[in-house]
């Protein structure tokens, strides 16, 4: 997708605030002085096989990119492909009322959707949101110096590939469940509180795909510390078995002469930090001054958080693990 976009012209409406060239999370369009629309859309096949909890991971998965950029989401429109004949309406029910719930939770509501027939189910949604648009979180606002959180575990790719092939547990596949149907609604907010200068969600890109995007916007280098990066339970021993989805082997190869990786980086964490996540966590770049007072709030509320690296200036890679 990335070279189809390099081929299309970028909108200069000049309320355009935030378009589809730095590949941020979401598109920003000014509405006056004081706030500005946030509109994202996504969808994609069940990735657990309870239909709820699909939503569920649907609806948080669409509604984080709104709160990667400080917004605020209010609107939320199902998009659904659904096989007709060959599965129960049931499951569609069951879908449904697993986003709608979580939409309430994030204080949104559903205004509507659109449906097709489609050999395969395909479920998500486009939000919108509001955002101040003097206080909007992009990820082309990383500066030297910058600590960079991350507020969810990694390895949600490699346990779901797990699951596919039967090879996880139902303790871990009910831990895996929740923390994609977690909401990032609280990191966000504390993320604007602290005045973050850059964040994104980690998702399809894996940790070092997003992280790479952000060095690339915000014209820096990052370095990550392999070894703090928090890896869900067993995520580790299931790479080691072959749990790779394909995404990783894509993220890897995109990545190539971006990444630089030590020579003493475990080789277990590196496949995981290649890692697709479902409805991973923000990735938050937060000033040197601010860094400590923003992870103690974060521990404070019970919300996750771990410090995994540095913005450094631009260096001979954009992304640095060690």
Do not use: W
Not at 79 to 96: A, N, Q, S
Request: charged share 25%.
């Amino acid at each position: 997708m990335a070279e189809v976009l390099k081929t299309l012209p970028q909108s200069k409406h000049p309320s355009l605030l935030v378009g589809f060239n730095k590949a941020d999370d979401a598109g920003v369009f000014l509405i006056n002085d004081k706030q500005a629309l946030v509109l994202t859309v996504d969808f994609f096949p069940p990735i657990v096989d309870d239909p709820y909890y699909f939503g569920q991971i649907a609806a948080a998965n669409a509604l984080s990119d709104v709160f990667a950029m400080g917004g605020r989401p209010l609107t939320a429109l199902n998009i659904v492909g659904f096989p007709k004949g060959k599965m129960p309406p049931e499951i569609l029910t069951e879908i449904l009322k697993g986003a709608n719930e979580k939409i309430e939770e994030a204080g949104a509501v559903v205004v509507g959707g659109h449906s097709i027939k489609d050999q395969e189910l395909k479920f998500g949604l486009a939000i919108t949101g509001l955002v101040d648009p003097n206080a909007i979180i992009t990820n082309a606002g990383a500066k030297a110096g910058d600590r960079l959180f991350l507020t969810k575990p990694l390895g949600t790719g490699i346990i779901t590939t797990g699951i596919k092939r039967n090879k996880v547990d139902k303790e871990l596949i009910d831990t895996v469940t929740a923390q994609m149907a977690a909401l990032n609604k609280d990191a966000a907010e504390m993320m604007v509180r602290h005045k973050a200068h850059a964040a994104t969600d980690i998702t399809g890109f894996g940790l070092l795909g997003h992280a790479y995007e952000m060095a690339a916007a915000s014209e820096v280098s990052m370095r990550i510390r392999s070894q703090k990066a928090p890896l869900l339970d067993r995520a580790k021993e299931l790479a080691d078995e072959g749990m790779i989805p394909d995404g990783a082997n894509d993220n890897r190869e995109y990545l190539e002469d971006k990444v630089y990786i030590s020579e003493g980086v475990d080789k277990s964490i590196e496949k995981v930090l290649f890692d697709p996540q479902t409805s991973g966590g923000l990735f938050i770049a937060i000033s040197a001054n601010r860094a400590d007072k923003f992870e103690e709030e974060m521990r404070k509320n019970n919300i996750f958080c771990r410090l995994v690296g540095e913005v450094i200036e631009k260096a001979d890679y954009p992304i640095i693990v060690e």
